[in-house]
């Protein structure tokens, strides 16, 4: 089964297109089950300009009820993508708990006060350390993990989004992380829009997934389509990098329920 669960709306504010026509775009291209997940409401100051506004909540919620209706044939389900930051916890639980989600995926999106993968800052990598830069980001995927508020965590290594990448090897960063992606239940996002990124390659890369099949952390796909034309994309690649380090199957979300079916 081939699935995409990393979608946009235009209530992000960054993406285009109808979710209708990203759903029969999923049609003509062979996928049998999408997943909406939008960029949720977060407190009033937090990256505004990137998410829907809580008043706008409800409306998103209607529009996939909406192309439920419009493409029958085609099994999509109500994601959510929440961030993880500190101190957010409660209001990002308190919204999570509204509607009746299918998944929730988790993501990391800023140091600090700073939107790391916002291309209007990537100046500020010439003043980090880039390996104490990794480690603060995925000391916030074990936080995000800890919170068992996710069932996914999305695009875990997108901190390289911009190739800035450590020269020494990360994998003992990786691996506590990883490690609390297991235990909190979790799967792992294997997201295919690094591939139209600076960093030219699939968020997480093959060591971070080598590392997370020993450890037996489940997968996703997902596109991260912010047009219609990029839902999908780069599948052939991921499903083939995934077979190549020993996965056979993918994991498929009802009402934030698991079931693993073959890839």
């Known amino acids: 089964m081939i699935l995409d669960y ?3 709306t235009p209530l992000c504010r960054h993406a285009v297109g109808a979710p209708e026509e990203y759903a029969r775009r999923a049609v003509e291209r062979g996928i049998e089950e999408i997943g909406f997940s939008d960029h949720s409401p977060m407190p009033a100051t937090y990256d505004p300009e ?3 506004r809580i008043d ?3 409306e998103y919620v209607e529009m996939v009820s909406r192309c439920r209706t419009a493409v029958p044939g085609l099994s999509i389900k109500l994601g959510l993508e929440a961030d993880y930051h500190p101190g957010t916890d409660a209001f990002v639980r308190e919204v999570i708990g509204r509607y ?3 998944y929730v995926i988790g993501s990391v999106h800023y140091l600090g006060s700073w939107g790391f993968d916002n291309p209007d800052l990537v100046h500020f990598y010439e003043q980090k350390d880039v390996y104490e830069l990794y480690r603060e980001y995925y000391g ?3 936080k995000l993990a800890e919170t068992r508020m996710y069932d996914i965590v999305g695009h875990p290594d997108v901190i390289k989004k911009f190739g800035h990448r450590p020269a020494e090897s990360i ?9 609390a992606v297991r235990k909190a ?3 792992m996002e294997i997201n295919t829009s690094g591939l139209r990124r600076p960093c030219k390659e699939i968020y997480p890369s093959r060591r971070m997934v080598e590392i997370a099949f ?4 489940p997968v996703t796909l997902g596109s991260d389509a912010h047009r219609p034309h990029e839902v999908g994309e780069g599948f052939d690649e991921a499903a083939g990098m995934l077979r190549s380090v020993g996965y056979t199957s993918i994991l498929r979300f009802t009402r934030r329920r698991a079931e693993a079916v073959p890839l």
Do not use: C, S
């Open 6 to 8: 990393h979608m946009h």
């Open 50 to 52: 990137y998410r829907m």
């Open 56 to 58: 706008e909540y409800a």
């Open 100 to 102: 009746a989600f299918d």
């Open 140 to 142: 916030l995927i074990v």
């Open 171 to 179: 994998d003992d960063l990786l691996r506590p992380a990883l490690a």
């Open 185 to 187: 239940g979790m799967a």
């Open 214 to 217: 020993e450890l037996g952390v």
